[in-house]
């Protein structure tokens, strides 16, 4: 009996110690007949600007899993996964979050593109994510949060706390989800207070027990009209461990920026579209590494999530293969190092786009920014699903007034950030001008605008008032830096502005894309004074 009660009594030491110690394992030792061994890593995967690429998520939520065999894992996201492809364009984003759903994400932040269907109705699906959001600087005009600022994950004998950002600039590029028609302002994400409002939740989080913090943000690291960008952030703050940022598309498996007390601090993107899944270990004794793995490499699988994935696809095979016409040569938004050309400067994409909203509603020339235009079209047919990955948003053409002056403000504003990316490069039809690109400042000269009588282009006349066809999105404040906000709509919401694409090809092109579009047409001459 005495033996036997030794035995339950050391096995009850034994048991109770392996509670304490999360999911260690155990061996003979001199004392009490156990040693453990190392705390095990905390492994954090993360995306960031999905924009629907939703072939990848069965394979980004497999690896998660199979890194849960081996350490405390968690999924985590950066924003700008309900919009920016076919899924989300033809679903609203319904179909994005019937996928996410399944995903298990631990934490994820907003991007500016979830904002593109009004703040309703992202709240509306967001609740359906099965996943906590995170966002220290969403909050309505009464200073309410509409989410918590972070997210507290233990993990093992570790507290983790993930901070969500998202980029103020989406009050400029999404400004119709933050003012009313009537030009109220309903939210804000204080725009002059975003690096304060991050360090007071990181001392918050600090007090409550965080071992850790992430930063999971869409702030991106280029410069911007509002001045707040990750490499800022860090720039601005302390007690900041690692930022895992979104926006900017950028491939970084770990970029170093020193905080506001001089210690390196890491900042990290995946790029876009799962091309890559990033992968934050953090070692036992506090030690962050980060990679990224290319979406080839990655051979595990979500059961589950495939299924959903399968389930999305099936229902959009039909009607995304619907051939719409014949295209000869690629459409181009990239350059030849992978940079988005079609926000610096004239593109065959462009060209074709914004001569579809001019013929198409009979306007005198037409604007379309950039930034609209998200993928490139392949030479061969061209399907109803191609289009839709082209120009993938709700946006509706429309023709606003505007004087020769006001058009040549537009212009100049919205060309002023050569040769850095912007989504409110102007790409048009109906007119050619030159930019003086130097480092004080761009100038737009010789500006002509093409006589729809004469088929000759003609010295733009400042005075005279213009037709002008672009997207209610540039209408309404959200692009070309709001300069159209406040002219006069003559034709609101004609047509969708992948259908206006899809009406000039088949109506006005006979179903064939040819060698008019095999190049930029030379609209836009950049010179560099």
Known sequence: MRKNHYLSLLSLVVMSAVALTGCKTSKLDKHFGVVYEKEKSIVVIYDNDVHCGIDGYAKMAG???????????????????LQGGTTGALSHGQYIVDIMKHMDYDAITLGNHEFDYGVPAMLKLLEQANAPVACVNFRDMQGKRIFEPYV????????????GAVTPTAMATEAYSFFD???????????????????????????????YVVMITHLGEDKNSMNVDSHGLVEATNGIDIVLDGHTHSVIPHDIVNNKDGKPIIVTQTGTKLANIGKLIITPDGKFSTELVPMSECTHVSAKVQHATDSINNLMSELVNRKICKLDYDLHILDENGKQAVRREETNA????????????????AITNGGGIRSEAK????????????????????????????????????????????????????????????RETNRVTDLIILNKKTNEYEPVDLGRTYQLATIDYCITGGGLRSKLKKNNVLKPSIVVYNECLIQYVVEHLNGH??????QPQGRITIVKD
Request: aromatic share 10%.
């Open 181 to 211: 028609k009537d030009d109220n302002q309903l939210y804000d994400l204080a725009e002059k207070e975003v690096y304060q409002m991050v360090q007071e939740q990181v001392n918050a989080a600090r007090k409550s027990g965080a071992d």
């Open 350 to 365: 462009g060209d074709i786009v914004t001569d579809a909203y001019r013929a198409v509603t009979g306007a005198e020339i």
């Open 513 to 518: 894309i040819g060698e008019e579009y095999a």
């Open 63 to 81: 690896l998660r899993d199979a890194v849960s065999d081996t350490a405390y894992a968690a999924l985590v996201s950066s924003g700008d996964y």
């Open 152 to 163: 507290m994950k233990q993990m093992g004998n570790k507290k983790v706390a993930f901070i």
């Open 379 to 438: 030479a061969g047919d061209l399907t109803y699903g191609n289009v839709i990955a082209f120009l993938p948003y709700d946006n509706y053409v429309s023709i606003v007034e505007i004087t020769g002056s006001q058009l040549l403000d537009v212009l100049e504003t919205c060309t002023s950030f050569i040769p850095v990316e912007d989504g409110d490069f102007p790409q048009v039809s109906g007119m050619k001008f030159t930019v003086h690109a130097s």
